[in-house]
């Protein structure tokens, strides 16, 4: 039988990269301050000022997630400060500390709004020099609505500062095409050879741009769209970004291997981003359910990560030592917002399955619903005769428990 255990650490493969729940405006602890001085890239998506509280809507059961059905919401994050003083101090900290941990060619991307963005550049000249200052990226898009005693608020600001003058930044790493971008009303031609180009004329001379070589962004982009309601990269956290913004970010500053770092991960678009690029990461946020829906989509093959365990859960399985099936046969887990349902699997979106060593989880297997793979398997097969089994499961609440085999 399965009996439930407080385990907050989790390892898979080396632990290399780390998540963690956390304050990341903080004192570091000491597995991310080891990494001081050796981080690529450091983005920041921190809480905007805006006083409000956010949730985020989770799919509930097989149904909900194949279907995409409307769900119950749970808390997310608190944007609420005192004072603009409050949090300008936990603006000092998060930036801080992500100097402390850039390397010499490193890059900050610190994303806000209009609230923030003023008060940050101040902070960032302070910090890292007003001389380090290399953009100020206007991510301008269409959502929500319209204002009527204003123009409408409908960008972001992303400050780039590097940690020193031997930054890394290869602008030729996120090329667009040129049918894509406005043409000033240039005439479209044919050379001899069948090439198409645009021309103008101007002191005597003919410029030509050809339809088939690149150009590259400037600070203003409006060719990424915000995520839409239903759209596939959606987990249902508020204010999640989208991945072609933060690959774009990313690839003219990382390299395969580099460390990517991100003290205010949420949903972890950030890190999926490194990851896709060949990166190492490193994330951090306050919220345990940011964390554990950052989990559910990352890469885990070499993974450390800590979250809190705090579901009253209840779990049955059997366990054949010999051939090493494990076969999860109930789950119980309890919460006011749960739809009656009679499929008591419902109630849990992921679970892994490993053994107890020095205190923590070593995960072997894990298992989680998707939009392309809404049913959750319920077996798995585990090295003969493991010692110290252990399951840890997360229900649709996103609260998690650990169990250990007696």
């Known amino acids: 039988m399965f009996e439930p255990i407080s385990i907050t650490r989790e390892i898979i493969g080396d632990g290399s990269s780390l998540l963690l729940c956390g304050n990341g405006a903080g004192e570091l602890p000491a597995e991310l301050a080891a990494h001081e001085g050796k981080v690529q890239c450091v983005y920041i998506d921190p809480p905007f000022m805006t006083g409000g509280t956010f949730t985020r809507r989770r799919r509930f059961g097989q149904k909900g997630w194949r279907t995409g059905s409307p769900a119950p919401e749970y808390p997310a994050y608190d944007d609420r400060f005192a004072s603009r003083e409050d949090y300008m101090v936990f603006l000092r900290g998060v930036l801080t500390n992500a100097h402390r941990l850039l390397s ?53 600001v992303i400050l780039l500062y590097a940690k020193s003058r031997k930054y890394r930044f290869d602008l030729t790493k996120v090329p667009l095409e040129r049918s894509a971008v406005r043409r000033n009303h240039m005439r479209r031609q ?6 198409a180009y645009r021309s103008i004329r101007s002191g005597g001379k003919e410029y030509r ?21 239903r759209d596939p990269e959606r987990t249902g956290y508020a204010t999640q970004k989208p991945l072609k913004l933060l690959d774009r970010l990313l690839r003219p500053v990382v ?29 951090m946020d306050m919220s345990a359910e940011a964390v554990l829906i950052a989990r559910s989509r990352l890469s885990l093959r070499d993974m450390a ?75 798995c097969v585990l090295p003969e005769n493991l010692p110290n089994l252990a399951v840890q499961t997360v229900d649709a609440a996103g609260r998690k428990s650990v169990f250990s085999w007696k």
């Open 190 to 195: 044919v050379d001899e050879t069948g090439r």
């Open 305 to 379: 990560i800590e979250t809190p365990c705090a579901a009253p859960a209840r779990l049955e399985a059997t366990y054949t030592p010999e051939e090493g099936v494990l076969l999860l046969t109930d789950f119980r887990a309890e919460h006011p917002s749960f739809p009656k349902t009679e499929r008591a699997f419902d109630r849990l979106e992921s679970w892994s399955a490993g053994y107890i060593q020095d205190g923590r989880l070593v995960t072997l297997q894990h298992f989680h619903r998707s939009p392309k793979h809404p049913d959750l398997p319920l077996m």
């Open 255 to 283: 390299q395969p291997g580099d460390m990517v770092c991100d003290l205010c991960c949420g949903s972890g678009t950030a890190l999926v981003a490194a990851q896709v690029l060949g990166c190492r990461v490193l994330g």
């Open 104 to 156: 010499p060619t490193g890059v900050l991307c610190l994303h806000l709004d209009w609230r923030a963005s003023a008060y940050a550049r101040i902070l960032c000249d302070e910090i890292f020099g007003e001389d380090r200052f290399l953009n100020e990226v206007i991510w301008a898009y269409e959502s929500g609505g319209r204002a009527r005693r204003h123009f409408s608020r409908k960008h972001d």
């Open 209 to 229: 741009y050809y339809d088939d070589t690149p150009v590259y962004p400037g600070d203003v982009w409006t060719d990424i769209s915000h995520l839409q309601q």
